[in-house]
Protein backbone atom coordinates (compact mmCIF):
# COMPACT_ATOMS: atom_id res chain seq x y z
CA UNK A 1 0.00 0.00 0.00
CA UNK A 2 1.26 3.62 -0.42
CA UNK A 3 1.45 5.65 2.26
CA UNK A 4 0.59 9.23 2.08
CA UNK A 5 0.97 12.75 4.27
CA UNK A 6 -1.17 15.72 3.57
CA UNK A 7 0.50 19.01 4.02
CA UNK A 8 -0.43 22.81 3.53
CA UNK A 9 -3.79 23.54 4.92
CA UNK A 10 -4.19 26.68 7.37
CA UNK A 11 -5.89 29.81 7.53
CA UNK A 12 -7.14 32.01 5.11
CA UNK A 13 -9.36 34.82 4.00
CA UNK A 14 -11.94 34.53 1.11
CA UNK A 15 -10.47 35.15 -1.97
CA UNK A 16 -7.35 33.68 -1.02
CA UNK A 17 -5.13 30.81 -2.27
CA UNK A 18 -3.63 27.46 -0.42
CA UNK A 19 -1.29 24.74 -1.95
CA UNK A 20 -1.60 21.58 -0.47
CA UNK A 21 0.96 18.89 -1.06
CA UNK A 22 0.42 14.82 -0.62
CA UNK A 23 3.86 12.74 -0.42
CA UNK A 24 3.64 9.39 -0.92
CA UNK A 25 5.75 6.68 0.33
CA UNK A 26 7.26 3.34 -1.38
CA UNK A 27 8.52 2.83 -5.21
CA UNK A 28 5.09 2.34 -6.69
CA UNK A 29 3.04 6.14 -6.69
CA UNK A 30 3.36 6.18 -10.02
CA UNK A 31 1.15 3.20 -10.69
CA UNK A 32 -1.92 4.60 -8.77
CA UNK A 33 -4.11 7.11 -9.61
CA UNK A 34 -4.72 9.98 -6.97
CA UNK A 35 -7.23 11.92 -5.93
CA UNK A 36 -8.11 14.80 -3.24
CA UNK A 37 -11.35 14.75 -0.75
CA UNK A 38 -12.70 16.81 1.87
CA UNK A 39 -14.68 16.35 4.96
CA UNK A 40 -16.45 19.98 6.32
CA UNK A 41 -18.42 18.93 9.90
CA UNK A 42 -21.31 17.46 9.82
CA UNK A 43 -21.14 16.63 6.28
CA UNK A 44 -19.66 13.60 4.93
CA UNK A 45 -16.86 12.96 2.90
CA UNK A 46 -17.04 14.50 -0.55
CA UNK A 47 -14.47 14.39 -3.66
CA UNK A 48 -12.80 17.29 -4.84
CA UNK A 49 -10.38 16.20 -7.94
CA UNK A 50 -8.82 12.91 -8.93
CA UNK A 51 -5.84 12.60 -11.18
CA UNK A 52 -4.78 9.28 -13.46
CA UNK A 53 -1.69 7.54 -12.49
CA UNK A 54 0.73 9.57 -15.85
CA UNK A 55 -1.39 13.07 -14.71
CA UNK A 56 -2.79 13.35 -18.38
CA UNK A 57 -6.62 13.45 -17.00
CA UNK A 58 -8.30 15.00 -14.30
CA UNK A 59 -11.40 15.34 -12.81
CA UNK A 60 -13.10 17.98 -10.65
CA UNK A 61 -16.63 18.28 -8.69
CA UNK A 62 -18.58 20.60 -10.24
CA UNK A 63 -17.68 23.01 -7.18
CA UNK A 64 -14.21 23.84 -7.33
CA UNK A 65 -14.12 23.99 -10.76
CA UNK A 66 -12.33 26.94 -12.04
CA UNK A 67 -10.84 27.45 -9.03
CA UNK A 68 -9.08 24.17 -7.84
CA UNK A 69 -6.14 22.54 -9.64
CA UNK A 70 -5.06 18.90 -9.25
CA UNK A 71 -1.43 17.81 -10.27
CA UNK A 72 1.27 15.37 -9.51
CA UNK A 73 5.17 15.01 -9.67
CA UNK A 74 5.98 11.40 -9.90
CA UNK A 75 9.57 12.19 -9.33
CA UNK A 76 8.77 13.68 -6.52
CA UNK A 77 6.11 10.86 -5.40
CA UNK A 78 4.12 14.18 -4.46
CA UNK A 79 0.42 15.06 -5.60
CA UNK A 80 -0.88 18.75 -5.37
CA UNK A 81 -4.04 20.90 -5.24
CA UNK A 82 -3.71 24.49 -5.74
CA UNK A 83 -7.16 26.05 -4.13
CA UNK A 84 -7.42 29.87 -5.84
CA UNK A 85 -10.45 32.22 -4.94
CA UNK A 86 -11.39 30.31 -1.84
CA UNK A 87 -14.56 30.35 -0.51
CA UNK A 88 -16.25 29.66 3.60
CA UNK A 89 -17.96 26.74 2.05
CA UNK A 90 -14.40 25.09 1.30
CA UNK A 91 -13.56 25.28 4.91
CA UNK A 92 -12.98 21.24 5.68
CA UNK A 93 -10.42 19.03 6.38
CA UNK A 94 -8.77 17.61 2.86
CA UNK A 95 -7.38 14.12 2.27
CA UNK A 96 -5.51 12.83 -0.04
CA UNK A 97 -6.10 9.02 -1.51
CA UNK A 98 -4.95 6.57 -3.98
CA UNK A 99 -6.65 4.48 -6.20
CA UNK A 100 -7.23 0.90 -5.10
CA UNK A 101 -6.08 -0.88 -8.55
CA UNK A 102 -2.81 -0.15 -9.55
CA UNK A 103 -2.37 0.39 -13.47
CA UNK A 104 -5.61 1.53 -13.95
CA UNK A 105 -5.61 3.71 -17.18
CA UNK A 106 -8.79 5.54 -15.78
CA UNK A 107 -9.51 6.91 -12.08
CA UNK A 108 -13.01 7.80 -10.46
CA UNK A 109 -14.33 10.31 -8.15
CA UNK A 110 -16.34 7.33 -6.14
CA UNK A 111 -14.65 7.29 -2.74
CA UNK A 112 -15.21 3.41 -2.37
CA UNK A 113 -12.48 3.26 -5.40
CA UNK A 114 -9.90 4.54 -3.09
CA UNK A 115 -7.95 2.44 -0.52
CA UNK A 116 -5.24 4.50 1.33
CA UNK A 117 -5.81 7.46 3.00
CA UNK A 118 -3.85 10.48 4.29
CA UNK A 119 -4.58 12.36 7.84
CA UNK A 120 -5.77 14.99 6.32
CA UNK A 121 -4.77 18.78 6.78
CA UNK A 122 -7.26 21.52 7.89
CA UNK A 123 -8.45 23.95 5.64
CA UNK A 124 -10.12 26.79 6.94
CA UNK A 125 -11.18 30.23 5.14
CA UNK A 126 -12.80 33.05 6.63
CA UNK A 127 -14.97 35.68 5.10
Known amino acids: QVQLVESGGGLVQAGGSLRLSCAAS????????MGWFRQAPGKEREPVAV????????YYADSVKGRFTISRDNAKNTVYLQMNSLKPEDTAVYYC????????????????????WGQGTQVTVSS
Open 97 to 116: AADKIAWRSIVTMGLADFGS
Open 26 to 33: GRTFSSYG
Open 51 to 58: ITRSGAST
